[in-house]
């Protein structure tokens, strides 16, 4: 679990900020959720054999022997309030995002942390591919947004309960016919989670599984043409894209369409978003039966992709040194009030000389520092220096705000 420390907060503020702005022009809301929710939500939306449910979910007791979990995802919780708050009342379709802490006990490395961040997004409410596509279109823009192109689209489709147990069996017999080459832990969940093989990282079922039947090709029609559906959607938008028969999501609710975002900068932890449909889930949570489509974006892996291209903090557009007590008071004053005007400003609270005063406002990059003495107390009249030329002029402290703000506005124009 990490520290965010200023120097680095910015990139993530950039982040969130960039996500709420992209997701409100294709009108998604924001929803927050407690981080506690009952641990059976969990166990029941994303399945009792998965990698999460299994062995990483930060699970206690309260003080009323109520079993809880930290979230370990984003919509399960989010479906929990759907259907608490009744959503589908106020409007048939809900376009919501979330972003937050996450928490799976994992072995910590780069890219995997047991508290972690994501930003999701969740429709439900809409069983036409223009949303899928539509979902799709929005990630696609956020990293359009933010910067960041060297990240590839897979799509899938992991069929409807009507066509995957057919899948399911057809890959359970071919598995079987393989499995002294599977590792240990392949071997353990072949039944009972098949499709988790052909996501096993261990590079003898890799190559085991080479060649297992592809779920493509077991697909019926109506999740068949859906799938055709997405893609033209994909391709009249001209979003790229990869078909991947390969690729399983690590949760049981996902249905149909399925996608990752994934790099090849981040090592072995190469998604960077990942996400599909769940039309069965909201029903199974005990909610009305409504389709719904989501992803969730890893933030830690998106701050280390943009690595260099950190962002710079904001630094005070005004330092003001003083010299003596009743300089430093009336610096005190004029700071503050033009704080409240909205502009960064700065001083010294530490007694320092001039000298050290000067050297803090170029440590912190000041764009403009003004120096008051008593002289200047009694003129009314005080030095201002622009700190990227050291050119020095003349400001009348009664009139200190509008002088300030031409200067910057002729700084940022020049800039
Ligand atoms: P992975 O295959 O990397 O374990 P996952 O399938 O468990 O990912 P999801 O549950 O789909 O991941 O979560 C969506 C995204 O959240 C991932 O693509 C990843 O960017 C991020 N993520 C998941 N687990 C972690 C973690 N422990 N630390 C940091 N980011 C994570
Ligand atoms: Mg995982």
Redesign the pocket.
């Known amino acids: 679990m990490n520290d965010i420390l200023p120097g680095e907060v910015e990139t993530w503020q950039f982040l969130e900020q960039s996500a709420r702005e992209v997701f409100g022009y294709y009108g998604f809301s924001e929803i927050r959720t407690p981080i506690p929710e009952k641990t059976e939500l969990f166990c029941r939306s994303i399945g009792e054999t998965t ?2 449910v299994e062995k990483e979910m930060y699970t206690f007791s309260d003080k009323s022997e109520n079993s809880l979990t930290l979230r ?2 984003g919509t399960a919780p989010v479906m929990r309030s759907f259907i608490q708050n009744r959503l589908h009342h106020l409007d048939p379709v809900s376009k919501l995002y979330y972003m937050g802490p ?1 928490f ?1 006990y ?1 072995r910590p490395q780069k ?4 508290q ?3 930003l999701g997004a969740e429709v439900v409410g809409v069983e036409d591919a223009k949303i899928d596509a539509q979902v799709l279109a929005m990630l696609h823009q956020y990293f359009v947004h933010i910067g960041i192109s060297s990240v590839s689209l897979q799509v899938n489709s992991l069929g409807c309960p009507q066509c995957r147990p057919g899948y399911r069996q057809a890959l359970i017999d071919y598995l079987e016919s393989r499995l002294d080459n599977l590792c240990g832990e392949c071997q353990r969940r072949y039944q009972t989670n098949p499709l988790r093989v052909l ?1 096993c990282k261990v590079p003898g079922c890799q190559s085991a599984t080479a060649d297992a039947p592809s779920v493509l090709e077991h697909l019926c029609s109506s999740c068949h043409n859906h799938f055709e559906q997405v893609k033209g959607y994909l391709q009249a938008l001209n979003i790229p894209f990869v078909v991947n028969a390969r690729m399983v ?3 049981d609710y996902y249905v149909r369409t399925t996608f ?2 994934v790099t090849d900068q981040l090592g072995s ?7 599909g449909r769940y039309d069965g889930l909201v029903e199974s949570l005990g909610g009305p039966s409504l389709p719904g489509i989501g ?7 998106l701050v280390l992709m943009k690595g260099e291209q950190q962002i710079a903090p904001a630094t005070p557009q005004l330092f003001i040194a003083a010299m003596g007590k009743d300089a430093a008071d009336r610096a005190f004053v004029l700071m503050s009030q033009l704080q409240a005007a909205g502009m960064r400003a700065e001083m010294d609270y530490l007694g320092k000389s001039l000298k050290a005063q000067m050297r803090r406002a170029n440590k912190l990059n000041a764009d403009f520092t003004l120096i008051l003495g008593e002289e200047e107390l009694q003129s009314g009249k005080a030095q201002l220096k622009n700190m990227s030329d050291s050119s020095q002029s003349t400001v009348t402290l009664s009139n200190l705000a509008t002088t300030l703000w031409e200067k910057l506005g002729q700084l940022s124009g020049s800039s």
């Open positions: 990698d999460i370990p995802e996450m799976r994992e890219g995997r942390y047991r972690f961040h994501q996501d999501r690590g949760l990752e975002l932890q190469n998604a960077v978003a990942a996400g992803f969730a974006i890893g933030l830690e892996r």
